[in-house]
């Protein structure tokens, strides 16, 4: 209780770090990674194709997707033109790591940056009183640009086959459809691959923020070092 006490009581706002890069790119890291994670969590779309029988009205199918991608979980039925119950038919594929990585790495880098701004904005005092805090900063979020750099790729490659699998051309090709299935419309896309452009531009976010880091750590040698009182009175040649 006392050290939360005194934790509270060394709460002094300054909004100053937000003139720097330090600050004003981390707002951006905070602000690019919830577009990351919430263009891919909760989306759900379906493909589009019909079933057209001779002396029948065409018959629409749309099949339903959505995050985290286990397409086999929802089933649709392809009507048949002779009337009988047709089976249930799923689509194809699993891709539910890469989205969940992909939105995992999103949720954890969004609380990494809250805590880091209030930490910035609250306690800068704090962050700078030893060389611990920036180290700690730095190795976490060189480690997170790593992190987007490989969620990214995987859920770029994951949205690949996504497209592929709920591809209506693709799925008019069922041995139930024969020759009565015209493919439709194409699932709308846009957010995900809104998500995967927010995942690379994350990852040079983070990755150029460790630079900004880097030179708050003791690792850093400033090139002009101030001159010293005895340089400052030393007689010249």
């Known amino acids: 209780m006392d050290s939360v006490q005194k934790l509270a009581s060394g709460f002094t706002l300054d ?10 790119i981390r707002v951006l890291e905070w602000v690019f990674t919830i577009f ?3 263009t891919t969590g909760g989306y759900s779309g379906s493909s589009h194709f019909t079933v057209n029988c001779i002396g029948a009205e065409p018959k629409d199918v749309n099949p339903a997707f959505a995050y985290p991608f286990r397409l086999p979980k929802s089933p649709y039925q392809i009507p048949l033109c002779n009337g009988s119950i047709p089976d249930d038919t799923y689509l194809q594929g699993d891709f539910s790591s890469s989205a969940e990585f992909f939105v995992c790495v999103g949720v954890f880098g969004f609380l990494y940056c809250t ?3 209030v930490l910035y904005l609250g306690f ?3 962050y700078r009183l030893t060389s611990r805090g ?5 190795v976490v979020t060189a480690a997170f640009a790593f992190l987007w750099l490989v969620s990214s790729s995987a859920w770029g490659k994951g ?5 592929w699998a709920t591809n209506p051309g693709h799925l008019v090709m069922n041995d139930q459809c024969n020759s009565t299935c015209k493919a439709g419309e194409f699932p709308s896309m846009g957010r995900l691959n809104a998500s995967v452009i927010f995942g690379f531009l994350n990852l040079m976010l983070w990755a150029g923020n460790c630079w900004f880091i880097y030179k708050e750590t003791p690792f850093h040698k400033d090139p002009n070092p101030p001159a010293t009182m005895e340089e400052e009175g030393a007689p010249g040649p």
């Open 115 to 117: 805590a880091t701004l």
């Open 134 to 138: 920036p180290t700690i900063d730095l």
């Open 36 to 38: 990351a994670f919430s």
């Open 159 to 163: 949205l690949t086959d996504v497209k």
């Open 124 to 126: 800068q005092h704090v």
């Open 15 to 24: 909004l100053g770090p937000l003139k720097e890069p330090l600050g004003f």
